[in-house]
């Protein structure tokens, strides 16, 4: 059965509405992809059915990654990259460390990009280099794909349950402390991460393959 998406859009517009999101801003954002790749039948295959592990930036040094079916949210790539890990997904919107971005690619990872309005000059600089997937805030069309979420990591975990994984490991989320892969705190860091907690609740109220 499909994983139904149809509730997020009215948790969308309360986050634009909490952090002051421009939808004319998002609107160019999703037009500057609107003709970039989107290697969907790629991404099904890395997802669809398979038991998966998704890499949060809140993980600590210590913690062992298993080392296949990988999915990482942004900043929790530079963790993989200390384990000698390979990603089979990398799910960002150019905030992390660039150089490492373009070296997963190059390994293999399929790079998916989350344009938006805050990043829309990122993106624009960055997107013939890596030439990745790209999704946006906006509804899906036959041009740009969105499958929810608002973090890296809880948009990492819609993607993965709508596109039919078998179930999904979730490491190294922490809702109540900036991870040492975050970057710099700030307060507004802390509004997203409960955010992600009540996103990630959300579908776990509505799914059971997550594992946490």
Known sequence: MAFDIDWWWSLQEEISKQFSFSKDRESVASSLVSNSKSNISLIRERIENKDLILVGAGIQEDTDIPNSNVIVADG???????????????????DGYIPEILLA????????????????ARVFQYLPEI???????????????????????????MMSLSL??????????????????????????????????????ACADRTSKIIS
Not at 76 to 94: F, G, K, Q
Not at 177 to 182: E, K, L
Request: glycine share 8%; charged share 20%; proline share 4%.
């Open 105 to 120: 690619s190059k390994l293999g990872s399929e790079i998916i990009v989350h344009a938006h309005g805050d990043n829309i």
């Open 76 to 94: 929790a790539l530079r963790a993989c990259s200390e384990r000698n890990i390979i990603p089979s997904i990398v799910i960002t919107d150019l």
């Open 131 to 157: 030439n990745p997937s790209c999704i946006t805030t906006t509804y899906p069309s036959a041009s740009n794909q969105c499958w929810g979420g608002f973090t890296d990591g809880d948009r990492a975990l």
């Open 164 to 201: 039919d994984c078998k179930t999904v490991k979730m490491v190294g989320f922490d809702y109540n402390v900036v991870g040492g892969y975050s970057g710099d705190y700030s307060p507004r860091k802390l509004e997203k991460l409960a955010w992600a907690r009540k996103i990630v609740e």
